[in-house]
Nanobody
């Protein structure tokens, strides 16, 4: 099982980034996918999630209207389009595959997790 994120970086407040996650080694289309983030000293939180077929998506309130999650079950990818970025969006972002996605945990990581990609938003 491998999940590899890309697309992080440094951006000014109000800017945009697009994160991508390429999955391999498991039946991607059978799993819900989530984007999580963890900032220093804070919990790991589920930012956006999509069902196995991509029919629906959910977001935490703080990113609604700014972030969009999408998936391609042919290419085995899940993406997170992030617009109108704010300094409080600064964190390491992870993709995770699961049959059920928890909304919060102490740490991001483990089985069916990517290695994370840093997003830094400057004010």
């Amino acid at each position: 099982v491998q999940l590899v994120e890309s697309g992080g970086g440094l951006v000014q407040s109000g800017g945009s980034l697009r994160l991508s996650c390429l999955a391999s080694g498991f039946t991607f289309s059978s799993y819900a996918m989530g984007w999580y983030r963890q900032a220093p000293g804070k919990e790991c939180e589920l930012v956006a999630a999509t069902t196995s077929r991509g029919g629906s998506a959910n977001y935490i309130d703080s990113v609604k209207g700014r972030f969009t999650i999408s998936r391609d079950n042919v290419k085995n990818t899940v993406s997170l389009q992030m617009n109108s970025l704010k300094p409080e969006d600064t964190a390491v972002y992870y993709c995770h595959a699961g049959e059920a996605l928890v909304t919060r945990s102490t740490l991001c990581g483990g089985d069916y997790w990517g290695q994370g990609t840093q997003v830094t938003v400057s004010s």
